[in-house]
């Protein structure tokens, strides 16, 4: 098992520039998250997804849109980068809510 | 709103010393609580999984305690190697069970 996987590992963008992070799980998990980790600030949640299917926001959404495209994929995509939005983003998972999150490997992303 | 607080910030031992890491919590009401280790540029490995109803859970030479009533959970590592140097993330479970609030960690050193 590959447990949860995330492309691209890093990416430099410029202001305004779009992209998409991937992140996949071969775990069989129903809830998929995306994280991100600033210093001094910890790791912060912008988006989740209990289920196939549902997405909510989490504590700081402003900026990025998310989409399930099945079980094992969840996206996190920025449309028009910032600054602000340098950071390393993680993507994890669990059976459900209750349960362990298994993390990526993360994405580290500069936006210049 | 959900803060949680590691203490110390770092600290350094020599090998083959026990040691305690300390997480509190501001808010009671907690699905369960997660300690996970984070390697310098990788991403977090979870270590150990304690549910509300539970008072702690072991894995080899880790143990992690929690007592929900006071807001705490400790992590005792024994015997601790320098393999065991990394950033140590204690995380809690909102009671919706839909995020984990992380605490910005512990880096511990452990010197042969």
């Known amino acids: 098992n590959a447990g949860v996987t995330q492309t691209p590992k890093f990416q430099v963008l410029k202001t305004g520039q779009s992209m998409t992070l991937q992140c996949a799980q071969d775990?069989?998990?129903?809830?998929m998250y995306w994280y991100r980790q600033d210093p001094g600030m910890g790791l912060r949640l912008i988006y989740y997804?209990?289920?196939?299917?549902?997405?909510d926001k989490g504590e700081v959404p402003n900026g990025y849109n998310v989409s399930r495209l099945n079980k094992r994929e969840f996206s996190l995509r920025l449309e028009s980068a910032a600054p602000s939005q340098t950071s390393v983003y993680f993507c994890?998972?669990?059976?459900?809510?209750?349960?362990?999150?298994?993390f990526g490997p993360g994405t580290r992303l500069t936006v210049t | 709103k959900q803060e949680v607080t590691q203490i110390p910030a770092a600290l350094s031992v020599p090998e083959g010393e026990n040691l305690v890491l300390n997480c509190s919590f501001t808010?009671?009401?907690?699905?369960?609580l997660q300690w996970f280790r984070q390697d310098p540029g990788k991403g977090l490995t979870s270590l150990l999984l304690?549910?509300?109803?539970?008072r702690e859970q072991t894995s080899g030479r880790l143990n992690a305690s929690l007592d929900k009533s006071s807001g705490r959970s400790t992590l005792y590592i024994a015997a601790s190697q320098p393999g065991d140097s990394a950033t140590y993330l204690c995380?809690?479970?909102?009671?919706?069970?839909?995020?984990?609030?992380f605490g910005k960690g512990t880096t511990l050193s452990v010197s042969s």
């Open positions: 304690i549910q509300s109803s539970q």
């Open positions: 997804s209990a289920s196939e299917g549902t997405t």
């Open positions: 995380a809690v479970n909102n009671q919706a069970g839909t995020a984990l609030i």
């Open positions: 775990m069989n998990h129903n809830s």
């Open positions: 994890a998972s669990s059976l459900d809510r209750r349960y362990e999150q298994y």
């Open positions: 808010d009671s009401a907690i699905y369960n």
